[in-house]
């Protein structure tokens, strides 16, 4: 460790001053960017908490305290800060450091997110739990201006304010999520953000009154009148303050001397707070800064000097080919209509939502109300297309079935970031939506294995009368300028005939499965290839045929082995007397770390050596 890393310490800056925290805050983002840059991750929402972290761990004691970072994306400061900075260079590689908090990793993570707007409740139930107990700590819930637009913090905030627990809620306001914040909830921040007259006269109303002694003890009586103050300079007061929240701001969060101010007010409280602190995203890095569209907001290695990401594959992801498959789909029908849950850029919907405006629905971090919204298009003869990411469907179980399946709605759901994800760990593998989709009445699921396939596959959907999910992974494929064409519902296909058994498989694992099949045929073993790009409902027809051939069956895919394809077509195989070998290459039951792609497909056994070699035993 470096004599700079060495300074990455919490307890040292206790006693620093202004300038010297201003030093080491310009020193950590130099050391964030620097590691970043190499090891691709979250930048800028933790170059503009740098400040703010520090302050924090200057006045509250992290080894008592309790830190819940929402979402967990911006923590890369408080890691760095609490004995980390050493192993910063295996940041999101295997075996290495996590990109969120994690608990496992250090005494100091008392809690792991990865999706938005958890960090209150939980924090809620903590602070309960430390007054039952009678014990002193404080709970600090660090959560930003798009993730408190979720209801789920406003279910919390409601409970909060009604049993007065002490909690510390800090908003850290930077106008963006992922990229610019949208809804009434960043309008109404962005009221109070550009309301300082109210802060301004207030801050210089006590100077004033404590001048005197008189004065002190009006100033003590403030609060009976501060409401009335705020209505005459924010109109509307304070949204938090009604539900009986203690409310401070907006606070500049790169100002030392007020956020130190700010942070001991809040700790002195003996009732809930919220300290709005406005901070600037990408802070220090002016690419980052001026960055509109969250490119930086996660990012893979990449160059310093031009922002160019390192090395970067020359083909499209599989979210642009879908995206622009469903903009040539849209420009040609008005009826079909885009929703985001705050994804525009990792969804790459930047075409649709500048040329089709109309179009193009973007709710912010609301993935329940993206669903539900669907669905009231649905009913009025729209064509909606929900974009949104494997994990954060999770949320959206319940609208799925009593709001989506159960009036048969037709919707389409491009479920992104399905199967493995690199990087981000354990909150952010695809690995689940099939099990929670595949018992739902009236769901059909797909996966293409290729570009042409996600074109007929979207083409179907638009052309069906039921909720219709399209998987596809995170990772780059060839493009398909061919005309789309109708699939029948529910068919496979044979992609590679033999006579010796069968691998069952889908999506990306198409081209995997193939080349085993190769390698297989080298020893004299021939195994047909299907493509099961329909894994509900499935192509029963051919799935019948297969078991009459009473052949070994072995089922390829990258999702849960609970609730798999390969889980529903063994019961059906088992109920047709089927007495050959099926076996179901799949995750077992089991929660999967960050690494890259190819180190997942070998940890959960996926990889091609690993299923060449299964089979391979089996005839020997």
Not at 207 to 236: E, M, P
Not at 521 to 545: G, S, T, W, Y
Not at 556 to 564: A, L, P, T
Request: glycine fraction near 8%; include cysteine.
């Amino acid at each position: 460790m470096n004599s700079e890393e060495n300074n990455f310490n919490y307890q040292k800056i206790k006693d620093m001053d202004k300038e010297q925290l201003e030093t080491l805050a310009i020193q950590m983002r130099s050391f964030i960017l620097e590691n970043v840059s190499h090891t691709g991750g979250h930048l800028s929402s933790n170059l503009g908490i740098v400040d703010l972290t520090l302050s924090m761990l200057k006045v509250f004691d992290p080894a008592k305290d309790l830190f819940l970072f929402d979402v967990g994306h911006q923590c890369y400061p408080y890691k760095i800060l609490t004995g980390r900075a050493g192993q910063f260079s295996t940041l999101r590689k295997y075996k290495g450091l996590s990109g969120f908090q994690a608990r496992n990793e250090s005494r100091f993570d008392c809690f792991e997110a990865g999706h938005s707007s958890t960090s209150i409740s939980t924090g809620l139930g903590m602070a309960i739990a430390r007054d039952l107990n009678d014990e002193d700590f404080e709970v600090i819930s660090i959560i930003g201006d798009g993730s408190i637009s979720n209801g789920l913090a406003y279910e919390a905030l409601n409970h909060l304010g009604d049993v007065k627990t002490k909690q510390i809620i800090i908003l850290n306001d930077n106008q963006m999520s992922i990229s610019e914040n949208v809804g009434a909830v960043h309008n109404l921040l962005d009221q109070i953000r550009s309301a300082k007259g109210y802060r301004n006269a207030k801050e210089n109303t006590k100077s004033f009154l404590n001048k005197t002694k008189l004065g002190s003890k009006v100033a003590c009586g403030i609060d009976a009148i501060k409401n009335n103050v705020k209505k005459i300079y924010l109109k509307q007061g304070s949204i938090f303050e009604n539900f009986g929240i203690e409310y401070y701001g907006p606070i500049n969060g790169h100002d030392f001397e007020e956020l130190d101010k700010y942070l001991k007010i809040a700790k002195e409280q003996k009732k809930p707070v919220l300290l709005h602190v406005i901070t600037k995203k990408g802070c220090g890095y002016p690419l980052a800064e001026d960055d509109k569209i969250g490119k930086f907001h996660g990012i893979a290695a990449f160059d310093i000097k031009t922002g160019a990401v390192k090395s970067p594959n020359n083909l499209p992801s599989f979210s642009e080919i879908v995206s622009s498959y469903v903009y040539n789909f849209a420009k040609k029908d008005k009826d079909i209509i885009c929703i985001t849950p705050g994804m525009c850029y990792g969804n790459k919907l930047e075409t649709i939502k500048e040329k089709l405006p109309d179009q193009y629905l973007d709710v912010g971090i609301a993935e329940e109300h993206s669903l539900l919204l669907a669905n009231g298009l649905a009913i009025k003869n729209k064509k909606p297309i929900v974009f949104i990411y494997s994990t954060f469907l999770q949320r959206g179980y319940d609208e799925i079935v009593h709001d989506i399946a159960r009036m048969n709605s037709n919707l389409t759901l491009c479920i992104d970031r399905a199967g493995l994800v690199p990087g981000d760990g354990v909150s952010h593998q695809g690995v689940f939506d099939i099990p929670m989709l595949i018992s739902v009445p009236n769901m059909v699921i797909t996966m293409p294995k290729d570009a042409k396939e996600a074109n007929d596959l979207i083409y179907t959907s638009l052309n069906f009368s039921s909720p219709f999910a399209i998987r596809f992974p995170k990772i780059n494929i060839k493009y398909d300028y061919g005309r789309p064409q109708k699939l029948p519902i529910g068919s496979w296909e044979v992609l590679r005939k033999g006579t010796d058994g069968f691998i069952i498989t889908y999506g990306d694992l198409v081209s995997k499965a193939l080349n085993v099949a190769d390698k297989l045929q080298e020893k004299q073993i021939n195994l047909c290839v299907v493509n099961a790009r329909f894994i509900k409902p499935h192509d029963k027809e051919m799935f019948n045929q297969i078991i009459k051939l009473n052949k070994p069956i072995y089922i390829y895919e990258e999702s849960m082995k609970i609730g798999s394809l390969g889980s529903v077509l063994a019961q059906e195989a088992l109920s047709l007397g089927f007495s050959s070998k099926l076996q179901i290459f799949a995750i077992d039951d089991q929660f999967l770390t960050h690494a890259s792609r190819d180190e997942l497909l070998k940890i959960t056994g996926l990889d091609e050596t690993t299923i060449l070699n299964k089979i391979q035993k089996d005839f020997a």
